[in-house]
């Protein structure tokens, strides 16, 4: 998901609503909204009423701040005492301060999990950011908040970084990262907030960096103007990024490898989840669209949603020369997973969404007890070939099953002949209220191969634990993911065996740990990206 566009926003509000410039100071995250914000109109009103106008309750573990005190200390069981030294981290929107009713502008809190002396522990940090140190100060404005009055009336100060979508491991480091070019930065160990900066040339960046982890790589897609402001663009790059450590600064560059001109300009232009091969880095070329502004949303849904397009960018990473391709379906790609190269082509399996789907994520969208329209958020999986040459990509559908957060064993992770991924979605679109089920799927045919619920259970993303090294089985391993039960009000950590999606074993967390899209693993010090 696209989440925390504020910086976007305030361009947008700046570029396209009050018609005045944007003036950057030295700090290129760091934008001068003082003019612009004498014109806003804030929002103190809660949206989240249901059409009675009722304010509406949701799950338990949905729009509820995360007590980050509670420290978990358990031993292992000892079917999982061969976990010892994995690390699992996960990056949750776990503060909702009052009139935050959009789910993933929750502001951005890390959870370590950790097997490690005969114990399992969990602990937890809020990241530092000024929304979370500020907040009365705060005029916040998010992917469907705001912009927020802020309770010191003395204060215009816009506090747009919230980095809580993932987290790509660097050097004993963990950058927490989003669609835009605002990423944080986290001690590993300590979790406390660095002093971390991304220097790209355009305002987003991809929330899910395409990694290849045996030579050490990660590529992103973006836009690539000479200009930061310009919130519409038709050039499009791929680069590398490359950590720069001043004193205790922490510099991300991004280095171009290929550019592109389009024949018409993106509005906003992003890709949330680029994939990589040996030879090639794959991008699908996303975008927003205006809509007319919807006085029952805040935030940047307000005013735009997510274009259902189909173009992509390939580059052959030998050579630095890219394409742009044309799919012959149209989407929005929430998450591209394991892409491999064929004799025909690169394989992408793409779980694929709507212009609606942001909007699933509103607090009136998510009411307990309704079943969300998950068929308008969601389209069928697809799987596309993206030929050596020429520039049309196909796709056929996978599979219709709704389904998010694909995950497959690491160790397989461009290999031709991986066989299976695991993901979570409803058990039944007719009546799942949330994220209900675990699948096993067949990643050749689409097919379900196991699959696992229980009623009053919701789960977040499932991390695949490889038991051994590269040479072990591909589903020789477990599942570990957060687990609410909505009965009790209480989260537990349940790992899965991968071979059955048995459940083998669980901890309780002693709090309520709230959803949250992603998380990564650690084993024996060597992290691997996700996807
Ligand atoms: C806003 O109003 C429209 C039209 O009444 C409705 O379809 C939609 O569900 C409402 N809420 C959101 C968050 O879009
Ligand atoms: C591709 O780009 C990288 C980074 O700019 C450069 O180091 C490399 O030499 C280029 N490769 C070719 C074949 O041009
Ligand atoms: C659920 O538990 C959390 C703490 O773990 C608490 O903050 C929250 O109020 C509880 N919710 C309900 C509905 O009891």
Redesign the pocket.
């Known amino acids: 998901m696209f989440c925390s566009l504020s910086i976007l926003v305030s361009l947008l509000l700046g570029a396209c609503l009050l018609g005045k410039a944007v003036a950057y100071n030295s700090d290129d995250e760091v934008l001068n909204y003082k003019e612009i914000l004498q014109d806003v109109n804030y929002t103190d009103v809660s949206?989240a009423q249901s059409p009675s106008g009722e304010s509406v309750e949701t799950l338990g573990f949905l729009f509820e701040t995360m007590d980050a005190s509670v420290r978990v200390s358990s031993p292992i069981n000892e079917q999982s005492l061969w976990l010892e030294n994995v690390v699992n981290y996960r990056n949750i929107p776990g503060v909702f301060p009052d009139g935050m009713d959009y789910f993933f502008d929750g502001l951005a809190t890390l959870t370590k999990f950790e097997f490690k002396d005969g114990k399992f522990t969990m602990f937890t940090q809020n990241y530092h950011s000024r929304a979370f140190d500020d907040w009365e100060k705060c005029v916040f404005f998010g992917t469907g908040t705001g912009p927020t009055r802020p309770t010191d009336e003395t204060s215009r100060e816009v506090c747009f970084k919230n980095p809580l979508v993932m987290m790509l491991p660097i050097n004993g480091k963990l950058w927490l990262t989003i669609d835009t070019r605002s990423w944080g930065l986290v001690d590993m160990n300590s979790l406390d907030t660095l002093n971390g900066n991304v220097a790209a040339p355009g305002m987003t960046l991809n929330a899910h960096p395409a990694c290849d982890r045996l030579m050490d790589k990660c590529f992103v897609q973006y836009p690539c103007p000479t200009d930061k402001r310009h919130i519409l663009n038709g050039e499009v790059c791929i680069g590398e990024v490359r950590e720069e450590a001043k004193g205790d600064h922490y510099i991300l560059h991004v280095d171009e490898r290929s550019r592109q001109s389009l024949d018409r300009k993106k509005l906003v232009q992003h890709s949330h989840s680029p994939c990589v091969t040996p030879n090639y880095v794959v991008a699908k070329l996303d975008e927003f669209e205006a809509i007319s502004p919807?006085n029952?949303?805040s935030g940047l849904l307000k005013f735009l949603h997510q274009g259902e397009v189909n173009e992509w960018m390939v580059m052959d990473r030998r050579d630095n020369s890219s394409r742009i391709l044309q799919s012959t379906h149209s989407f929005v790609n929430n998450h591209f997973w394991n892409c491999y190269e064929t004799a025909d082509g690169i394989n992408v399996q793409t779980v694929a969404v709507t212009s609606d789907y942001l909007?699933m994520f509103?607090k009136?969208?998510l009411v307990l007890n309704e079943v969300p329209d998950w068929k308008k958020g969601f389209m069928s999986t697809l799987e596309c070939t993206v030929p050596f040459t020429g520039d049309e990509v196909t796709c056929s559908e996978l599979t219709d099953a709704v389904f998010d957060y694909p995950t497959f064993n690491p160790y397989y992770k461009m290999n031709p002949s991986y066989q299976y991924f695991y993901a979570v979605g409803p058990r039944d679109v007719e009546t799942s209220t949330f994220f209900d089920s675990l699948m096993k799927f067949n990643g050749k045919t689409g097919e379900i191969a196991a699959e696992w619920h229980r009623d009053n259970i919701f789960l977040t993303e499932a991390n695949f634990i490889p038991r051994g090294d590269e040479s072990g089985a591909e589903d020789d391993g477990v599942l570990f993911t957060i687990a609410y039960n909505s009965e009790e009000n209480m989260s537990y950590a349940y790992l899965f065996d991968a071979a059955t999606l048995d459940l083998v074993d669980s901890y309780c967390l002693e709090t309520m740990v709230p959803f949250h899209a992603h998380g990564i693993i650690c084993k024996e010090g060597t992290c691997f990206s996700n996807p």
């Open positions: 949206y919807k029952n949303k909007d509103f009136e969208k």
